[in-house]
């Protein structure tokens, strides 16, 4: 679908992807996918980021005991850096709604290692640095250096 938007010039003005895992089985115990070929899928995906025109964002939500281990951070550094996204938001699971369900509060990060996880990211994928934080919702933005752009979407003067 972000093939046919591209191909069509009808992307949107800032594309905004979740992820939670940053290999196969991750990915696979994490987002029970539907489609047997859905790890292909998302890598295609990734691949066509960084030759996108438009804004860029990928977003992981942190889930304790299955994403934050400190060994998966050179796999999302070098997702990362391969699909160069314009910006990145590492967030922490938020044990809210639906989710309940089948995660426990327990699996919520503290911000604390939310900022760990973003700063070592960031030094492993030599291109990213940290923007901004928001300690209450335990979010933490880094921006693409190589493929720098304004962190505000710029407002366009009505033409009528």
Do not use: C
């Amino acid at each position: 679908m972000i093939q046919r938007l591209q191909d069509e010039d009808a992307l949107p003005t800032q594309l905004y992807l979740s992820t939670n895992a940053a290999d196969y089985e991750s990915f696979v115990k994490i987002n029970k996918p539907k489609y047997d070929d859905s790890w292909e899928r998302w890598n295609r995906t990734l691949g066509m980021l960084k030759h996108l025109d438009t804004r860029t964002v990928l977003r992981i939500t942190l889930i304790r005991g299955y994403n934050d281990q400190i060994d998966m951070i050179p796999a999302f550094a070098k997702m990362f850096r391969e699909s160069s996204p314009h910006f990145i938001e590492i967030k922490s699971y938020m044990h809210i709604g639906r989710s309940t369900n089948r995660l426990e509060h327990s699996n919520m990060l503290e911000m604390e290692e939310v900022k760990r996880f973003s700063e070592q990211v960031a030094k492993q994928s030599q291109i990213f640095s940290a923007m901004d934080e928001s300690f209450v919702s335990r979010i933490s933005i880094l921006q693409n250096n190589e493929r720098f752009i304004d962190r505000w979407i710029p407002a366009y003067a009505n033409t009528n």
